[in-house]
């Protein structure tokens, strides 16, 4: 399913300094890039790279002098999102997974999953199929967890949410993220472009490594599966940031979209 | 230099599990492993894995039944360790870092850079060179945390201990780790057997990178730098742990030791 | 029923000092103090104050030099337990509330009701009956969060319990209060002596405001409610602490006991 | 010195709720309430109650149904503020100390003592004399922390403000109180009118025992001490809220004024 994605952002540059801006569409063997535009005005130079674990592509801006910058990112994306049956996935054990998956099931800044095990066991522990079990503590999540834009600040984390009970799409994503940990099972953060997410922004949800793959969970249920749009995965919030600031930068707007470019679009939800 | 370093580990396995030990040293152009061995018993196969950026060596082990478990490590790693003028490196600015120096500038699990920006700028914001700044912090932990056994447990982080002013090596690790993050110099936790050290245990310390190298710090001052055998390095020690343990796996004892295998030894310090 | 309550404890004076100490049982309509004693050795004069609203018994001993500190409280007390039916107590509103019980509805410490409100009303906001609420909080708490020596410490707060689900009676009363607070029920913290506790020791409870009138429970289930012998009750655990200590005083070994001197006990618990 | 203070507070009633007000001009030896109005639009029965110790004069309003009722209080006070040496006061060892002032030692909500106390003691311990200890740490509160409205939440406590150095007058108070009784002074938290603060609003400072008296001190140095009127003292703000709500009550708006109404006043801070 194709989708047209865009990303305009705008920094007042007080003085040089230096952006990391992670708003790409990642090219993956479900994700193809088929066009894509990236301005930047004033005309600075502009590295891509690959960023954590070489997979993400960010780019990076060094700013040389007080300025305002306009960043425009424009893209055609095909993302081929297959409706399967996970439940037939067994879980894997630790000793047979693939050691770049390890790291996943460590606690991070925003997933303290260390302090999550008793709670998670105590809710999940009885459920047997691992998809079943994501599920389940996506639907948890969703049941219990108020959706409320401001009450979360940089900070929160899934310890916190997980007792607060209200935030935005990052702290679901971050609690989805740390329940699965404690529940042995790796899970990552995602960040990407979501069709039909009102006001338009970016999404954050989570992938858990079930049976040899990265399955995509939204705790939030707020947008269909299917118009998920990929930019990174990392660990948590901390390793996918819309935009790292080094200086005396300040963020003053942005606007996201995300369009359909297709037809016979059909919504598609755990 | 060389040293003889040694690890003994037992396990009382009390059903089918999956242990995960990060106590080989590392080989790295300054760390030689001359010769190692690595007995268990009973016998198990024991998979030699590369964790965490494919960098560190962890050996993963399944246990397939109750058992105990004995682990013995053995190796001499000859250290070159170079006394270097590091007062002259210039700090570079985050345009012009290697990408994969980035996530190291992040906040972790147990280093809450982002929580102590003001506080790591009030104190150490005005000292312009950046080995000094490092050296400048790492005394000030020294100074400030008190050394104390069993003061801290395997929650406790850096916004704690910078609070708290408590900890074992592990926290003023973390506690550097997290003043370089939020100084916008890039640090990482390192765990290494130790000369010197009473009672022998593996030590912790840290590096932040300056000047496009990895320069050890630790603020301990427990030990002599030029006595450390590194195993592994990380952001911190969520990616690092000695052990991670999946299943029903008690850990019964413990012998680590460091020994000069060599002669005229000068220890040295910062 | 009557109970033989003591406590003996044993302090290292290094250096002139203050102990504030909150072991007297505690005299109450429905509590006498049939006899007790207080020993000191060395003798040191002793000062009996009413602390906390002036309704706990404490006493204050300055110990003036370099000395091992003895204390031995004995007493005989009647403690007149009545089974009530409270499931026909009615809500009070906090309009009609007595004013001296307000303090007991706001966060403290241990109990960081505020942050708890979203999680008590989706557990527990449903159910009508304020017994019966608090009857199914206490008994949550006993399914879920696991009873553990040493899991906790002397800053673990109901924030840590409600997700850690470990800890030992303090945290199963902190947390049993912050529920209450965050439905709107005042609540206080509960230090006694506890017959049939093993080994003996202090316990900790918590009481609740239901229909003005406090009502005694015990989330951990240890004891019969109708063994327990009041010393002091307070916002929590910082208003009731068995002993305070200023100066250089070391805590060496304490020995707690509550025997039944009646007869025929019937073991009561809702 | 005469002032004139007035509050205007506005609630949009929901549905039946009741309002706690702590708004009302405290009478003490040093403080008379010359004259003062309250008014409530619509009318409704308001209990003027003593909260807090008996100490603290707040309003309870039952709203039987949904409404927008509006507050207006206005007084004359008459503050009389000594300026006096303290550096003569004497420290007050805890053994000496009014019992009622004991619970001012004892850690809070907002004010983790127990948590801070190597940190005050690193940084204030060598200071011998109590009110210059204070004087002290309150100087290095302002030198640190920056003011900066909206950094920090209803759930801020000092342990968060002594690391992330921002907040309010609030967070100010809260940490001052923190620092105190880490030290072994008593302390408790001050609301009240404020002259020359700019916006008008409530304000928050605090109050150390020392050498048997209440002594003020407000770590903002936004306004002169002796153009404060005391509303409430406590633990901290959790005692001394000036709303607390219990219902579907929404705060709508607010406007306080503090004016001189008398002549030549002559701004005094420490």
Request: hydrophobic letters at 40%; glycine letters at 4%.
């Amino acid at each position: 399913m194709k989708f047209n994605v865009s990303a305009q952002m705008t920094y007042d540059v007080r003085s040089a300094g230096t952006l990391i801006l992670n708003i790409h569409a990642l090219r993956t063997p479900t994700q193809a890039v088929l066009e894509e535009t990236l301005t930047v005005d004033p005309y600075l130079k502009v590295e891509e790279l690959f960023a954590v674990n070489g997979e993400n592509r960010i780019i990076r801006l060094e700013v040389p002098e007080k300025s305002i910058v306009q960043i425009a990112y424009e893209a055609t994306v095909d993302n081929d999102f297959e409706v399967k049956n996970h439940t037939s996935r067994e879980e894997i054990m630790v000793g047979k997974m693939d050691p770049a998956v390890l790291p996943y099931l460590y606690p991070s800044r925003y997933c303290q999953s260390d302090k999550l095990f008793r709670l998670a066991n105590n809710l999940f522990g009885h459920i047997a199929n691992p998809f079943e079990k994501v599920v389940t503590l996506a639907n948890w999540i969703n049941k219990n967890v108020e959706y409320r834009s401001g009450f979360s600040n940089a900070q929160t984390s899934a310890y916190d949410t997980v007792t607060e009970q209200a935030g935005v799409c990052r702290d679901f994503a971050h609690l989805g993220i740390a329940l699965c940990r404690a529940l042995t099972i790796p899970a990552r953060y995602y960040t990407g472009y979501a069709y039909q997410l009102k006001p338009g922004d970016f999404h954050a949800c989570f992938e858990a490594y079930i049976g040899d793959e990265w399955i995509l969970f939204d705790a939030t249920r707020l947008v269909p599966l299917n118009g998920l749009i990929k930019i990174a995965t990392g660990r948590d919030a901390a390793d996918t940031a819309i935009a790292n600031i080094f200086g005396d930068i300040l963020f003053t707007s942005m606007q996201v979209k995300c369009e359909l470019a297709d037809e016979n679009f059909e919504p598609f939800y755990y």
